[in-house]
């Protein structure tokens, strides 16, 4: 499958191949409320935000992080990204920055795929494993048991630098196909499907899904078409049956009872 050219050096350099780097940023500037009159100011602040501190920069919209809205500067600088200069993009000095801070702050892949390997990275440095990890295992709202299944699924199709930063991990190209799941699928693990459509689905509307429709869907970073808007109505009518830790997952999306 090709992959779309990536924003940065077709040759990463060594800081780049030794991603995440660790965080420079030791006196963040006072937060501002609007990213687009301070963009300096923001530049200083997802360098305390990175990953290697347990939070994800590439941040949902609506995030913020010691009053600044993180998620929502970071966007709009993707988005600034595939511009030219001319035509509002970013400058080279302003993507060195931003680079210095992450270099695959914007990849060529998809961000659910990002979110989910950041989340999978936290597990691991936090003494997990994602061995034999069966479906339905939740980790901050991410079935990493199905994610890194379906990694091991479809290595081929994974760009050169997702294959090395999936070794991290511990995941290697499977010398065996991978078993297909069990025909059938329990309560939970149909559960675990919705609820990261769901939160794939509020990263990229304002951390909400308040506003899905019963006719949306969303798409799976396995290629799954989620009946999102349909889910969200079953699932309302089994919030009795529903766990203390699935309602509050549910809650943190902006679920609308």
Not at 22 to 37: E, F, V
Not at 57 to 79: K, S, V, Y
Not at 146 to 163: D, F, P
Not at 219 to 243: C, E, F, P, Q, Y
């Amino acid at each position: 499958m090709p992959h779309p050219t990536p924003n940065h050096p077709t040759n990463p350099t060594n800081t780049q191949r030794n991603w995440p780097p660790q965080s420079t940023c030791t006196n963040p500037c006072t937060p501002h409320r609007n990213p687009a009159d301070h963009p300096t100011t923001y530049l200083t602040k997802p360098s305390s935000h990175h990953p290697t501190t347990g939070h994800d920069h590439r941040a949902r919209t609506a995030a913020t992080w010691d009053g600044t809205l993180i998620g929502r500067f970071l966007a709009e600088q993707r988005a600034a990204a595939g511009r030219s200069t001319t035509a509002g993009g970013l400058t080279e000095a302003r993507r060195a920055a931003l680079e210095q801070i992450d270099p695959w702050w914007c990849p060529p892949w998809p961000l659910a795929w990002q979110r989910a390997f950041r989340i999978a990275l936290a597990h691991v440095n936090n003494g997990g494993t994602l061995t034999d990890l069966p479906t339905g295992h939740l980790v901050a709202g991410q079935d990493l048991g199905a994610w890194t299944r379906t990694q091991q699924t479809k290595w081929n199709q994974l760009g050169e630098q997702q294959q090395e930063f999936l070794g991290r991990l511990g995941l290697r190209a499977p010398t065996d196909p991978v078993p297909a799941q069990a025909a059938g699928r329990s309560q939970a693990q149909r559960f675990t499907t919705g609820l990261a459509a769901a939160t794939i689905w509020a990263a990229e509307h304002d951390g909400t899904i308040a506003a899905v429709k019963r006719s949306d869907t969303q798409d799976l970073d396995d290629g799954t078409i989620v009946k999102l808007g349909i889910w969200i109505m079953n699932t309302r009518s089994r919030r009795a049956k529903l766990t203390s830790e699935q309602l509050a997952a549910l809650d943190a999306l902006g679920m609308r009872w």
